[in-house]
């Protein structure tokens, strides 16, 4: 005869984490800022134009191949106009080492095309208009108007989220709940360069396979380090 099938005890439900407190949150970005008092993208820009031509070529690819293919685009075309004239199969000799390429191409001739036709040539500076850009998401445009223009934005990517949910400073299921939640809790002093610092520490540090903690100026505060 078989035993009696028999219930697995339900298992405890996990009990949402407890905000990180005030005093936490400030000594990390105070920690950041000391390591990097103005921390700055990696990509090689000279105006708003040029940011937004390497960011969206900078989607799934890395900054330093993105540098290498406009150190040579720029020098002829770092116009919208000057890029439209290229055409897609001139755009495509500058940027075929990058992936997606061939997407990018597309987007970046309409994006020129809209740029010339309904801004005069210039990188509008609202939301908006930035995101009825042909290939510019939410994230790219917040990438724009926090490094371009002053503006204190989130754009959250693979590592911004990763370090928001580690170390507890705004723990979140999508990618926007963690923009909302840095944005609401990081102090205003430190909001404008936060997206750099946090970017950073993902990309050379809270490492998405093995974080170096040892080595951490943030571990004392962090959740992951702490345990919590
Ligand atoms: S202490 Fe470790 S887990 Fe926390 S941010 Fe630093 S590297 Fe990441």
Known sequence: MSAPATRRPAR??????PQMSARRRRAIFEALRAANPAPRTELEYSSPFELLVAVVLSAQATDKGVNLATRKLFPVANTPAAI????????????????????????????????????GGIVP?????????????????????NTAFGEPTMAVDTH????ANRTGLAPGKTVRAVEDGLVRTTPPEFLQDAHHWLILLGRYTCKARRPECERCVIA????????I
Not at 12 to 17: E, L, V
Not at 92 to 116: D, M, P, Q, W
Not at 160 to 163: A, D, S, T
């Open 12 to 17: 405890p439900r996990s009990k949402p984490k």
């Open 84 to 119: 439209l004239a290229l055409g897609i199969e001139g755009l495509t000799t500058y940027i075929r080492t990058i992936g997606l390429f061939n997407s990018k191409a597309k987007h970046l001739i309409e994006t020129c095309r809209v740029l010339v036709e309904r801004h």
């Open 125 to 145: 500076r609202t939301r908006e208009e930035l995101e009825a850009l042909p290939g510019v998401g939410r994230k790219t445009a917040n990438v724009i108007l």
């Open 160 to 163: 911004i989220f990763r370090v």
């Open 220 to 227: 004392r505060d962090c959740d992951y380090f702490r345990g």
